[in-house]
């Protein structure tokens, strides 16, 4: 199992930015996929979630109307795109894949955004 993270960086406040993850080794289009995050001295946390075929989807309350979690199974990758980044958002974001058939969950490595001025 492989991820690939990418699209992290430093941006301002009020800008914003597209994580991509583009998954191997599982069979990603039956996959949950998530992604989470953890800003620095706190636990992880969750930021949204998108059923495996893209008819669901749910954001958590931090950053709805922000962001926006999306996938493409043609392409084994899901995307979050971020606007209007707040200081706050600042974590290392991590992309993790859920198989409900089986129970079984993967996560990547993480990449790191941070908002700042």
């Known amino acids: 199992v492989q991820f690939v993270e990418s699209g992290g960086g430093l941006v301002q406040p009020g800008g914003s930015l597209r994580l991509s993850c583009a998954a191997s080794?599982?069979?990603?289009?039956?996959?949950?996929m998530s992604w989470y995050r953890q800003a620095p001295g706190k636990e992880r946390e969750y930021v949204a979630r998108?059923?495996?075929?893209?008819?669901?989807?749910h954001h958590a309350n931090s950053v709805k109307g922000r962001f926006t979690i999306s996938r493409d199974n043609g392409k084994n990758t899901v995307y979050l795109q971020m606007s209007r980044l707040q200081p706050e958002d600042t974590a290392v974001y991590y992309c993790?894949?859920?198989?409900?058939?089986?129970?079984?969950?993967?996560w990547g490595k993480g990449i790191l955004v941070t908002v700042s001025s």
């Open positions: 993790r894949a859920f198989q409900s058939d089986g129970g079984m969950e993967y």
């Open positions: 080794g599982f069979t990603f289009s039956s996959s949950i």
């Open positions: 998108i059923a495996s075929n893209g008819d669901y989807l």
